[in-house]
């Protein structure tokens, strides 16, 4: 078991599941844990060689990689989730990524955006930033998705 390929995924929906199976392919010996809040997809989780856990609860296991991707709409502790204490696991990390989300951009109608886009002002967006900043400093990484992207992911990890 090769413990440095330890991956901790926050939120295995949709993205959390694909990332964690493609891991596994890659990384064969590694432990892969996937939180959810209800125990509804865990079967779904074992039968792709992940373990399933429920959000919040701990191991002694260390995650030198962490896939954070819990979209803001789903709990008012987003920013506490993302950031706050005690993310002891997150410390100890060598890779935390964290999944935002196109969204931040005014851009909505198909248009190009970059780093230097114009950014929406509403509640969702400004709590993703928030988010995104404080994973930066704290040396994260961050990458943006768009939904149509993940389909295509999907539909391409399905051959």
Wanted: aromatic share 6%.
């Amino acid at each position: 078991m090769n413990e440095n390929r330890h991956l901790l995924i926050i939120g295995a929906g949709e993205l959390g599941l694909s990332v964690g199976k493609l891991w596994k392919k890659h990384y064969p010996g590694s432990i892969v844990v996937a939180e959810t809040l209800t125990p509804d997809k865990h079967k779904i989780l074992v039968e792709s060689g992940l373990i399933p856990r429920l959000r919040h609860r701990v191991d002694s296991l260390k995650y030198p990689h962490i896939l954070f991707c819990i979209p803001p709409s789903q709990g008012s502790d987003f920013q506490e989730e993302a950031t706050g204490e005690p993310p002891v696991y997150a410390k100890e990390a060598v890779t935390l990524l964290f999944t935002s989300s196109t969204t931040v951009f005014k851009e909505s109608n198909g248009g190009v955006c970059d780093e230097h886009s114009s950014m929406a002002d509403n509640p969702h967006a400004m709590k993703s930033r928030q988010v995104e900043e404080l994973i930066l400093a704290n040396d994260g990484k961050v990458v943006r998705l768009a939904h149509r992207k993940m389909t295509y992911l999907n539909a391409k990890n399905s051959n």
